[in-house]
């Protein structure tokens, strides 16, 4: 039952008692050998930055050199909430089914046998990221960005306005945003910010109820929608029509949507038509929707559709808020005050500077959709405040061996699905790289998820297996095809929990 006496290394052999084959070799209690060597990674979050670093790490079959050895990685992903799948499920509009379906690609590598799921774990609350780095490898910090960036001007505090990551997360059931209850008794919105997220929330806010009954929105927001008196969505930005960050998918279901015209301000679009030359093809195809939407007259089934529609969403271009006007008892909203700006520079590095003139729309409701930021998550690991990233070389965060991280924790929140992708297969083969290299200690042998668990019961933290996950999965499901929807999503964390252990 002894273990084999030597080990090959290259240039010849290793005696068994050596000190070198004690490190890279443990005997358990029954006699069997095994390699210490085997890397354990732990992962923090499970939306796509997470997912998609888990997925390249476990594909990969790597031979450090100086091990001269095939590894595998094993990897353990940690999540706050009971059910993973971060941005795709709390996210992504009800309405773009199509988007959510790499949710299928994430679960076949959660179910993969060397990978492993915990939800219901707080790092940085219920184990910190230095006890997770004493238990693994290496540790990639994937939480993403639940911060809101704020307008910082006055009334921004007053009932009407929120955050776009907030309404975003009520009408997506994320159990933090449940008790928003936004008020939707006006008739104007204004959307702060020219993004994908701001299309989406005018989008909802606008799309007749019997479309969004098809889809996964939440029971609550749909039955408030249903109510709504919202009839008009300005979307508002700062910069020109050159310069919006939304893609032309986004635009062309605006232009499209059912029961809505588009209103736009002719002026705003001053000189665009002689820059499309400049531009590169998928920025002008956008920008010629736009001014096709803008300026052209249109056909008589489209005029038709416009003349029979009972509400309307407008861009309007450089405006940057100065301050929430309240109503006489100074509880509400009731406008917006918006300041006159003009370009300074050209194309997507132009500059909005104030031109002094300002003006006021009134409104109900304003949502700002200026961007989501990082938090920091535990005072040992490095975090730039004023960029609100982790400070990274390629996914390794700095002055910090063994820490990794990727998605918009490494970059901030910018791009799509498919650039949080490339960004975590990057941290992925940079963290591959430094085990190869030996940059990253493998010598060690690392308990992982045996003394995490461990610890987690002794504070009275029960995780979530992956297996937990799929009930609640099957009971979302089972409820939704019961009202004709894909899905009813549970609303609490608390009955997340109920269905999990039961």
């Given at each position: 039952?002894?273990?084999?006496?030597?080990?090959?290394?290259?240039?010849?052999?290793?005696?068994?008692?050596?000190?070198?084959?004690?490190?890279?070799?443990?005997?358990?209690?029954?006699?069997?050998?095994?390699?210490?060597?085997?890397?354990?990674?732990?992962?923090?979050?499970?939306?796509?930055?997470?997912?998609?670093?888990?997925?390249?790490?476990?594909?990969?079959?790597?031979?450090?050199?100086?091990?001269?050895a095939q590894q595998h990685v094993h990897v353990d992903i940690y999540e706050r909430l009971p059910v993973p799948f971060g941005l795709v499920r709390f996210g992504v509009a009800p309405d773009h089914p199509e988007v959510k379906n790499v949710i299928n690609t994430f679960t076949q590598t959660a179910k993969h046998s060397r990978c492993s799921f915990y939800g219901n774990v707080n790092v940085g609350k219920d184990v910190s990221v230095q006890e997770l780095q004493r238990a693994y490898h290496a540790v990639v910090l994937s939480y993403g960005a639940e911060g809101n960036r704020t307008m910082g001007v006055p009334g921004e505090g007053l009932a009407g306005v929120y955050s776009a990551k907030d309404f975003v997360g009520w009408y997506n059931g994320l159990p933090s945003c449940r008790q928003l209850s936004p008020d939707l008794s006006c008739e104007t919105a204004v959307i702060l910010g020219q993004g994908n997220v701001a299309l989406d929330v005018a989008r909802v806010l606008l799309s007749p109820v019997d479309m969004l009954k098809e889809t996964d929105i939440t029971q609550p927001a749909l039955e408030a929608l249903a109510h709504s008196q919202v009839r008009r969505v300005l979307i508002v930005g700062r910069r020109g029509p050159v310069q919006v960050a939304f893609t032309i998918k986004e635009l062309r279901e605006m232009v499209n949507l059912p029961g809505t015209r588009p209103d736009m301000v002719e002026a705003d679009f001053d000189g665009v038509t002689e820059a499309l030359k400049d531009l590169p093809r998928p920025r002008k195809r956008l920008t010629e929707l736009m001014l096709k939407t803008a300026l052209q007259t249109p056909g008589e089934t489209e005029q038709e559709r416009r003349d029979q529609a009972s509400r309307t969403w407008g861009l309007r271009f450089f405006r940057s808020p100065v301050?929430?006007?309240?109503?006489?008892?100074?509880?509400?909203?009731?406008?917006?005050?918006?300041?006159?700006?003009?370009?300074?520079?050209?194309?997507?590095?132009?500059?909005?500077?104030?031109?002094?003139?300002?003006?006021?729309?009134?409104?109900g409701l304003v949502i700002s959709s200026i961007g989501y930021k990082s938090l920091p998550i535990d005072q040992s690991v490095p975090f730039d405040s004023k960029s609100a990233i982790v400070p990274n070389t390629m996914g390794r965060i700095k002055q910090a061996p063994g820490l990794y991280c990727s998605g918009w924790l490494k970059t901030g929140p910018t791009g799509v699905i498919a650039t949080t992708m490339n960004n975590s297969f990057d941290t992925?083969?940079?963290?591959?790289?430094?085990?190869?290299?030996g940059v990253l200690d493998l010598s060690a042998a690392k308990s992982g998820s045996q003394?995490?668990?461990?610890?987690?019961?002794?504070?009275?933290?029960?995780?979530?297996?992956?297996?937990?996950?799929?009930?609640?999965?099957?009971?979302?499901?089972?409820?939704?095809?019961?009202?004709?929807?894909?899905?009813?999503?549970?609303?609490?964390?608390?009955?997340?929990l109920h269905v999990a252990r039961t």
């Open positions: 039952n002894l273990c084999f006496s030597i080990c090959v290394w290259g240039w010849g052999v290793i005696p068994q008692h050596s000190w070198l084959f004690s490190a890279l070799f443990s005997v358990d209690s029954a006699g069997a050998c095994f390699s210490s060597c085997s890397p354990k990674v732990c992962i923090v979050g499970s939306g796509p930055a997470g997912f998609y670093t888990a997925q390249h790490l476990i594909k990969v079959i790597y031979h450090p050199l100086w091990l001269g301050e929430v006007l309240a109503d006489p008892e100074r509880h509400r909203t009731a406008g917006i005050r918006l300041a006159v700006t003009r370009l300074e520079g050209s194309g997507e590095a132009a500059r909005a500077v104030l031109t002094g003139d300002v003006e006021d729309v009134t409104c992925a083969r940079s963290l591959l790289d430094d085990m190869e290299s003394v995490i668990t461990a610890l987690l019961e002794q504070r009275g933290v029960k995780p979530v297996s992956f297996s937990d996950w799929e009930k609640i999965d099957r009971v979302e499901m089972s409820r939704g095809e019961a009202s004709g929807k894909p899905r009813e999503k549970l609303l609490t964390v608390e009955e997340m």
